[in-house]
């Protein structure tokens, strides 16, 4: 999380696109996020905890408050974000980008299991 943070200050579009679970980066919007990243003045963060679970792969959440001011003031935004392990990356499950997978089919993380077995879960939480 710490590092997405950091993308998001040093204006890192590649990074925070290729730290994203694969199967949803065509749903991101660049544009917007370089948007975001560069007309904001970055505060801070507080990461407030960190759940990281066993088994193959592994899954993490990671609770934080991300500050930072922009044209229309200052804010704040708090969001428990899940985690995906795959090839020794750990891939952000972006909340807000839809999948299209159904129980049985493919987990999107590639793990080679099942959606409901695997990553099901994390989305949405």
């Given at each position: ?5 950091s993308a ?13 679970l ?6 991101l919007d ?6 975001w990243?560069?007309n904001s003045?970055?505060?801070?963060l ?22 930072w ?11 428990r ?19 299209k997978?159904?129980r ?8 080679g299991?099942k ?7 994390y989305?949405?939480?």
């Amino acid at each position: 999380m710490r590092s997405r943070y950091s993308a998001y200050v040093l204006g890192l579009i590649d990074y925070l696109v290729g730290t994203t679970l694969p199967a949803q980066r065509d749903g991101l919007d660049r544009q917007s996020i370089s948007n975001w990243s560069a007309n904001s003045t970055w505060l801070g963060l507080e990461v407030e905890s960190s759940e990281v679970f066993g088994g193959q792969p592994e899954h993490a959440f990671v609770t934080f408050t991300a500050r930072w001011h922009d044209s229309s003031g200052e804010h704040s935004h708090r969001e428990r974000s899940s985690f995906v392990q795959n090839a020794g990356h750990w891939y952000f499950i972006d909340p807000t980008v839809q999948l299209k997978a159904g129980r049985n089919d493919a987990c999107p993380c590639a793990s080679g299991q099942k959606f409901k077995k695997c990553c099901a879960s994390y989305f949405g939480s």
